[in-house]
């Protein structure tokens, strides 16, 4: 069965630095990651995904995210954190082997302050 | 920028009374998802519809809910009787197609709460 771990309920970060929001996922087969951010009473936007290829992926936003195989995880990134990225962070996970199912993390809050 | 559309917002509702929710998603987007999101927790699938035939429902409660979608456009969920425990946002999402690298889109959600 697939699950999707987030580590940290909230990461704290002060406005220009760099951030990671950290994800960790069991699949069994070939996993396919995703992120998505949601505002306040909102749904949750695309952020950006892994399916094939590259291990660093660019995203919307200036995000990006580093899929590593042999530990299981694909951390959120940006170099240069805005205040305006204060949102709650979703990573997501699909397995070729589970059908179409997404599962979902319990989300980080990420808190930028300026 | 195309949105797919949830009504109402917002619903409050008394326990044992019926309550719907409803979606329309992106045009021509074929796959459909409620999900269920209870504060401080990840968006949890009820039901994904391919079309208009159901491809999961695995964690739909069949006993007091139940979701449609009969012209494989917009769908409409329900759930009768309500319990309190159902209180929670529901999010619809649709995609273009069912692979496994399409991401979803999502609406605003629908808040519930069950007095």
């Known amino acids: 069965a697939q699950s999707v771990a987030q580590p940290e309920d909230q990461v704290n970060v002060a406005e220009g630095n760099p951030l990671t929001v950290k994800c960790t996922y069991s699949?069994?087969?070939?996993?396919?990651l995703f992120w998505y951010v949601q505002y306040p009473n909102r749904g949750l936007q695309f952020l950006l995904k892994y399916i094939t290829g590259d291990n660093l992926v660019k995203g919307s936003y200036g995000f990006e995210a580093e899929f590593n195989k042999s530990q299981t995880s694909f951390h959120l990134k940006k170099p240069s954190a805005l205040v305006s990225d204060s949102a709650l962070y979703f990573c997501a996970v699909r397995d070729d082997t589970g059908g179409f199912k997404t599962i979902f993390g319990a989300g980080t809050r990420l808190f930028v302050k300026a | 920028e195309a949105e797919v559309a949830q009504s109402p917002r917002y619903k409050i509702t008394e326990k044992s009374q019926a309550v719907a929710f409803w979606c329309d998603p992106i045009s021509g987007h074929a796959t459909l998802y409620w999900y269920r999101q209870i504060l401080g927790q990840g968006p949890e699938l009820l039901v994904q519809?391919?079309?208009?035939?159901?491809?999961?429902d695995s964690q739909l409660p069949k006993d007091r809910f139940s979701a449609e979608r009969l012209k494989g456009v917009d769908s409409t969920l329900k759930i009768q009787p309500a319990e309190l425990g159902d209180s929670a946002m529901y999010l619809c999402?649709?995609?273009?197609?069912?692979?496994?690298?399409?991401?979803?889109?999502f609406g605003q959600g629908t808040r519930l709460t069950v007095v």
């Open positions: 519809f391919q079309d208009e035939s159901v491809v999961d």
């Open positions: 999402a649709s995609s273009l197609a069912r692979g496994m690298n399409t991401e979803a889109f």
């Open positions: 699949v069994s087969g070939n996993p396919y």
